[in-house]
């Protein structure tokens, strides 16, 4: 049996995007029909190398500013927890464009909680490895309050879960409005963590 399995899941591009511009405070992506992907993940991306500078996200590893392996290349987010988020909120829609995603999917309701190293293959090939899920960030909620004044700051709260997950990409080529990409998964059973386990 491989280790990696492919699942009946199809997933369908519904909206792509590329962050230009690294902002402090705000964050916004242009909207494109096609990604270009290399191994340094997408071209002209903000967010592009294979690696980057550690950051809160990973203090409990690496000091802040240590070298560390870019596996957040990507952000993707699913079109059915935006619009999730979209009805907690009390908006219309969710705009990925404020999120910062470089990729929106449909045809999976429960994605940000699909299984890290899962992949995503489009048909000619391309790949992309699942790293984990992400978590809503202040930027976003900024963005949002720019455009819709009031409404950004419950962001964080209602995104909690739903923000999608961050990958890298395990093998270069074109992603194109439309494409299916297949979702496999690790051939591995739940983890059953020790009793003794607790997060520090």
């Known amino acids: 049996m491989p280790a990696l399995v492919a699942t009946n899941v199809s997933l369908t591009i519904t909206w792509l ?3 230009t511009h690294r902002h402090e405070i705000e964050i916004e992506t242009e909207p494109r029909q096609i990604l270009q992907l290399d191994w340094d993940g997408v071209a002209d991306a903000a967010h592009r190398g294979r690696i980057r500078s550690s950051d809160s996200r990973v203090l409990q590893q690496h000091s802040r500013g240590t070298d560390i392996i870019n596996v957040r290349q990507l952000s993707i987010v699913s079109q059915e ?5 979209a009805r907690d909120m009390g908006l219309a829609h969710i705009n990925p464009q404020w999120l910062g995603a470089t990729m929106v999917v449909s045809g999976c309701p429960d994605f940000s909680h699909i299984p890290p190293s899962s992949r995503l293959q489009a ?3 391309t790949t992309l490895v699942v790293d984990m899920q992400n978590y809503p960030c202040h930027q976003v909620g900024m963005t949002i309050e720019r455009d819709l004044p009031g409404q950004g700051k ?3 709260v209602h995104a909690k879960g739903k923000r999608g997950v961050t990958a890298w990409v395990e093998r270069p080529g074109d992603l194109v409005l439309g494409d299916v990409l297949r979702l496999h998964c690790p051939e591995q059973r739940a983890w059953q963590a020790d009793g003794q386990m607790r997060f520090l």
Do not use: A, D, N
């Not at 927890?81 to 988020?85: A, K, P, S, T």
């Open 17 to 19: 995007g590329v962050v």
């Open 81 to 85: 927890e935006l619009e999730q988020i």
């Open 123 to 125: 048909p000619q090939g």
């Open 154 to 156: 419950s962001f964080k």
